[in-house]
Structure formats: structure tokens, C-alpha cells
């Protein structure tokens, strides 16, 4: 359940950990499980990515989404640029809606990262941010008091 939760994007693994630790699926095994399950859209992404490049020639919807896309994850240029791999790292490491893996990807292809090194920036910023949702979802970090 936590795997699939995490491999729908949005949802990701900030909702499939809080939900298999609800359920009593054990902190570390949940982590683990959302990890995965994140990381698996990965290869999705950037196929779909370059499907949607391809596309957009062709297809105005296709140009429209890509526009869109690229439009939500301009503001992540800077720190990309600046920071290379961390800074994507640092982009997905904040487990809040809109920074996600989707985002990262397209995100880090807009400054020019070649897929190993954004794949490297996407894995540590998902251990980080699952990481963190797994300490709040414990009761071990307390993000509002």
C-alpha cells in the first residue's frame, strides 16, 4: 500500500509514509517502501519528458503542458544553477506540495543536467524529504507547534 501510494505522483511518499506508519507498518520499512515507490517514476519521467519535447512540435496541447511545466519549475532556476546536483537535491529535500520528483526532473533538464547527475540530485533530495516526513509523521519532529 505504501509503495503504491508513493508511486503516484503529487501523493508521492508524503502521503504513503504518514498512511503505513496510521496503519502500523513500521517507521523504517515505511520510509523505505515510499522511498521506492517515489523513485520508481523516476525513469518515467524523464521518458516522459522527452516524449513530451518531441511532441510539442507536433501537438499544441503537448506545447502548451510543456510551457506550463517548464513555467512551475522556472523559479527553481537559480538554485540549480548555483548548486548543481544539491541544489536539485534541495528542491525535492522539502516534502511540500509542488516540489516533488515531477518538478525536480523537469527542473533540473531545464538547466541542462544530464540524467545521471539529476538522478543523483532526485535520489538525495527523496531521502531527504522522506526522511523528514518520516521524523514528523513519528512525533520525533514537531514542524508546528
Not at 121 to 126: I, Y
Given at each position: 500500500m505504501v509503495f503504491l501510494i508513493s508511486i503516484v505522483p503529487?501523493?508521492?511518499f508524503k502521503a504513503g509514509i504518514p498512511l503505513g506508519i496510521a496503519k502500523g507498518i513500521s517507521?523504517?520499512?515505511a520510509t523505505l517502501l515510499g522511498i521506492l515507490g517515489t523513485l520508481v517514476q523516476l525513469p518515467f519521467n524523464l521518458l516522459f519528458l522527452r516524449l513530451l519535447?518531441?511532441?510539442a512540435q507536433r501537438v499544441p496541447a503537448a506545447r502548451r503542458f510543456l510551457v506550463w511545466s517548464r513555467m512551475r519549475a522556472r523559479k527553481h532556476r537559480p538554485l540549480?544553477?548555483?548548486y548543481g546536483i544539491l541544489g536539485v537535491a534541495l528542491i525535492v529535500g522539502v516534502p511540500i506540495p509542488g516540489t516533488g520528483l515531477f518538478t525536480g526532473t523537469v527542473?533540473?533538464?531545464?538547466?541542462?543536467l544530464d540524467d545521471r547527475s539529476l538522478a543523483l540530485?532526485?535520489?538525495?533530495?527523496?531521502v531527504a524529504a522522506a526522511t523528514l516526513v518520516t521524523l514528523v509523521s513519528t512525533g520525533v519532529l514537531h514542524l508546528f507547534w
Open positions: 503529487i501523493l508521492e517507521p523504517v520499512w519535447r518531441s511532441l540549480i544553477r548555483r527542473a533540473g533538464s531545464l538547466i541542462g540530485g532526485l535520489l538525495l533530495g527523496t
